[in-house]
């Protein structure tokens, strides 16, 4: 059988999601939005690519679930993206309503499906999947930690002038301003990131870490990054879907780990067949745990803005 992936949101990220997958055979994809026409015409326009690129998956689109039953993956790029000067925060009511609408009718469709969020901001709409869907925690989580520790593997590839594919980098966290880019634990090659740069350039490439996504909508003016963030989301869904087993640094529901109760918070995890089959538990230092408390506390505060507001 082959595998079928839904990919809810057929904007920027949602298409070059539908893009990579077919690029990578993964399985069958089905795009859906709530514009007419859209999913659609995007799904036909990627379908017939294929004999020219060399793949062979059916691509279609719709406007509503009853296409994507069945579905082994999937993921909710469904929102609406950050515009200059607007914090990932700011989205946060709106996009409440599009990932709870979405996670209804796709969990209907799909109950033993695997949820990845990519709509932002983030974590809280992981939170919310989580809540809406009562699936089990290790097949609801996010994409951010594989974006984000690939923009600190680019600025320190860039930096050093070095192969990008030697750099490995730690970022732990929410995704947002309070992220924490782990310097100690990321080396090229195996050797300290320490013994190659000095601590005011180490600095420098975490806050462009930090600021990433503002970065690229600066220069967008209108709209926020995808292609670097649906490579990401697709890494995730290969590793699924081919059970590798990638410890990847995922968005994921934390009961206890790294002493955070009831969030998703950005640690490194094993993605395989069944979504999340391990939490990995690093041992980090007094400063390090002092910054991934304050980035727990910053996706702690936007889920009780989405209680207080669901109380009111
Ligand atoms: N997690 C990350 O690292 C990361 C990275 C990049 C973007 N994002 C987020 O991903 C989301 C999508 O970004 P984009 O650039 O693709 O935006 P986009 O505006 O290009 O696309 C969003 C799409 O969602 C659709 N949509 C809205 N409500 C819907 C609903 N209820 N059901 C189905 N579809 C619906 C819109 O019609 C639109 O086509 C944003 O929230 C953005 O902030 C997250």
Redesign the pocket.
């Known amino acids: 059988m082959r595998k079928k992936i839904t990919v ?7 298409a070059n999601c539908a893009v990579n997958l077919a690029h990578k055979e993964l399985g069958d994809v089905v795009l ?4 007419d026409g ?1 999913p659609q015409g995007k799904g036909l326009d990627i379908l017939e690519s294929g004999p020219i690129e060399g793949y062979d998956v059916r691509i279609t689109g719709a406007n509503d679930y009853e296409p994507t039953t069945n579905s082994d993956i999937v993921v909710i ?6 515009k200059p000067g607007m914090s990932r925060d700011d ?1 946060l009511m709106a ?1 409440y309503e ?1 990932v709870k ?2 996670t209804e009718k796709a969990d209907a469709a799909s109950p033993n499906a695997i949820l990845i969020l ?3 901001p ?1 974590d809280a709409m992981c939170w919310t999947a989580l809540q809406v869907s009562k699936f089990p925690k290790h097949r609801v989580f ?3 930690g594989v ?1 984000d520790s690939a923009r600190f593997r680019t600025f320190i590839a860039q930096e050093l002038q070095v192969s990008v594919e030697n750099v490995t980098a730690v970022v732990l966290g929410g ?1 947002g301003d309070t992220m924490v880019p782990v310097t100690r634990l990321s080396s090229v090659a195996g050797i300290p990131l320490s013994e190659l740069l000095d601590q005011a350039t180490l600095d420098r490439l975490v806050q462009r870490t930090r600021d990433g996504g503002a970065e690229i909508v600066k220069y967008l003016k209108t ?4 292609y670097a ?1 649906s490579a990401a989301a697709v890494e995730m869904v290969e590793s699924i879907l081919k059970d590798k087993k990638k410890v990847l640094p995922c968005a994921a529901y934390l009961e206890g780990e790294y002493g955070i109760h009831g969030l998703y918070v950005g640690v490194p995890v094993k993605l395989g067949s069944k979504g999340i089959e391990r939490i990995y538990e690093l041992r980090l230092t007094a400063e390090e745990k002092a910054q991934l408390a304050k980035s727990a506390a910053a996706v702690e505060e936007l889920i009780q803005v989405i209680q207080k507001k669901l109380t009111a």
Do not use: K
């Open positions: 809810v949101g057929a904007g920027n990220v949602g859906v939005d709530v514009v859209i790029t469904a929102g609406f993206p950050r989205l996009n599009v609408t979405a990519v709509t932002n983030l996010g994409m951010a974006l995704h709209g926020s990054a995808y963030p």
